[in-house]
C-alpha cells in the first residue's frame, strides 16, 4: 500500500490476482488515508475469503468438499452466493459462478486445456444454498464456482460501504481497471472521468464515461487467453455452450452497484445487442463492440 499528495490521497494493494487503486480526496489526508486502508485491508479479506486459488478459502472448500456434504461458510459468502443466483435467473443463465470446470477445461487454471474429453460438469442449477443454515452443496460432483466475473466489483462495493462509514465523500476505485466504482465527485466538483480502451487500439477510447455514484464493469475476452482448438480464446466462459465465448470484443455497463455492474457486462459480452438493449430501457448505461 502507499499514500501519495495532500491533495489526492492514493492506497494500492494487489488481491484476485490484480492490483486494485483507490484515490480519496478531503480536507484532512490523514483521516482520508486511515479510510483507504481500511478499505484495502477489506478488499484482502475478501480475496481471502473467495479466491479459487487459496487452500483456506470459502470458495476453495465448496469446490472440494460440497459435493460429499453441506459445507457452512460465511454468511457473507453466502449472501454474495444468493445474489449470484438471482442474476443467473435475471441474465438466463449467461452470468453463471458455477463454471470453474470450463475454466479448468479451457486452461485458465495454470493447466494445459483438455478439449479431447467429455465436457465437465458446470451450472448454478447445481447449487443447493441454505440460508437459514449458511450452508452450500453441490446436487451433482465435479462443479466448481470460479467468482472471478463478479469478485472485484464485489469487493469494491465493500470498499465504498467502508469508505462512506468514514466520511469519505469523494474517492475513485478501481480493480484492475476493469471494475471501476466513484464516490460523489472528484476534487474539482465534476463527475469522475474514465475512458474505456479499445482492445484492438489501447490509445483509443471506445467511449469517455462520467462517474457520481455509480461504477462502470467492464468485460472483454482480451488480456487473459489460451491457444485452443488452434486459436486464441478468450477466459469469458460460454455456459450454453460450454466453451470461450464468441461473442463482443467489449461489453461496458454502469450502474451504482459495481458488484452488478460486473455481472451483467459479462452477460452482455455472452448474450450480445439484444441483452444490451434490454438493459439500456430498463435504465442502464451500456456501451457494446462488436467483435
Wanted: hydrophobic share 40%; charged share 25%.
Amino acid at each position: 500500500m502507499r499514500a501519495s499528495n495532500d491533495e489526492l490521497t492514493v492506497v494500492a494493494c494487489h488481491a484476485m490476482g490484480t492490483r486494485f487503486e483507490m484515490v480519496g480526496h478531503g480536507a484532512d489526508p490523514g483521516r482520508i488515508r486511515a479510510a483507504l486502508e481500511a478499505a484495502a485491508q477489506e478488499i484482502l479479506e475478501i480475496h481471502r475469503r473467495l479466491s479459487a486459488f487459496d487452500p483456506g478459502s470459502d470458495i476453495t472448500e465448496i469446490n472440494e468438499q460440497a459435493a460429499q456434504r453441506p459445507v457452512r461458510v460465511d454468511p457473507r459468502t453466502l449472501a454474495l452466493l444468493l445474489r449470484c443466483r438471482a442474476l443467473w435467473t435475471r441474465t438466463d443463465g449467461a452470468f453463471d459462478v458455477a463454471v470453474g470446470g470450463l475454466m479448468r477445461r479451457w486452461g485458465f487454471r495454470g493447466e494445459p486445456p483438455v478439449t479431447g474429453e467429455d465436457s465437465p460438469r458446470y451450472g448454478m442449477d447445481a447449487l443447493t444454498l441454505n440460508a437459514d443454515a449458511s450452508t452450500v452443496q453441490w446436487t451433482r460432483p465435479g462443479v466448481e464456482l470460479d467468482l472471478g466475473a463478479i469478485a472485484k466489483g464485489h469487493a469494491l462495493d465493500e470498499a465504498a460501504a467502508i469508505l462512506r462509514e468514514c466520511g469519505v465523500s469523494s474517492a475513485l476505485l478501481h480493480g484492475g481497471t476493469s471494475s471501476v466504482l466513484a464516490l460523489g465527485r472528484d476534487p474539482g466538483g465534476l463527475p469522475w472521468r474514465v475512458a474505456v480502451r479499445d482492445p484492438r487500439s489501447p490509445d483509443d477510447a471506445l467511449a469517455v464515461v462520467d462517474l457520481t455514484d455509480q461504477a462502470l464493469g467492464v468485460s472483454a475476452p482480451h488480456g487473459r487467453q489460451v491457444l485452443a482448438d488452434g486459436r486464441e480464446m478468450g477466459h469469458i466462459m460460454d455456459p450454453r455452450s460450454g466453451r470461450p465465448s464468441a461473442g463482443l470484443r467489449l461489453a461496458a455497463v454502469s450502474c451504482p452497484s459495481a458488484e452488478e455492474a460486473d455481472a451483467l457486462s459479462t452477460a452482455v459480452q455472452i448474450l450480445g445487442p439484444p441483452f444490451a438493449d434490454r438493459l439500456s430501457s430498463q435504465g442502464y448505461r451500456v456501451w457494446v463492440a462488436e467483435a
